[in-house]
């Protein structure tokens, strides 16, 4: 079955930098774009960053643009979040995301806290 399995989160000073990663199994990595989203307490889980299938199309939410980038290595089937400039309002749990088969799978998400 198809799993995500994300890593990367801890707690960071502002302007600090984490990469989270992504490792997918269960379905065909290369065939299926994916996305990272976040979820801050109290708040509607929203959309961080998306990339195409082969990588070679990506979108970032405005917040976070100029900071954050996504990617992705299909042979390692792991895509990744580097987040640079790290703000306090950058604090969530970051999730990653595949649509296959109309069906939506999502990680169990990782913790990131951005506080001095």
């Known amino acids: 079955q198809v799993q995500l399995v994300e890593s990367g989160g801890g707690l960071v000073q502002p302007g600090g930098s984490l990469r989270l990663s992504c490792v997918g199994s269960?379905?065909?990595?290369?065939?299926?774009?994916m996305s990272w989203y976040r979820q801050a307490p109290g708040l509607e889980r929203e959309l961080v960053a998306a990339?195409?299938?082969?990588?070679?199309?990506?979108t970032h939410a405005g917040s976070v643009k100029g900071r954050f980038t996504i990617s992705r290595d299909n042979a390692n089937n792991t895509m990744y979040l580097q987040m640079n400039t790290l703000k306090p309002e950058d604090t969530a749990v970051y999730y990653c995301?595949?649509?296959?088969?109309?069906?939506?799978?999502w990680g169990q998400g990782t913790q990131v806290t951005v506080s001095s």
């Open positions: 995301n595949v649509i296959r088969a109309r069906v939506t799978y």
């Open positions: 269960g379905f065909t990595f290369s065939r299926y774009g």
């Open positions: 990339i195409s299938s082969a990588g070679g199309s990506t």
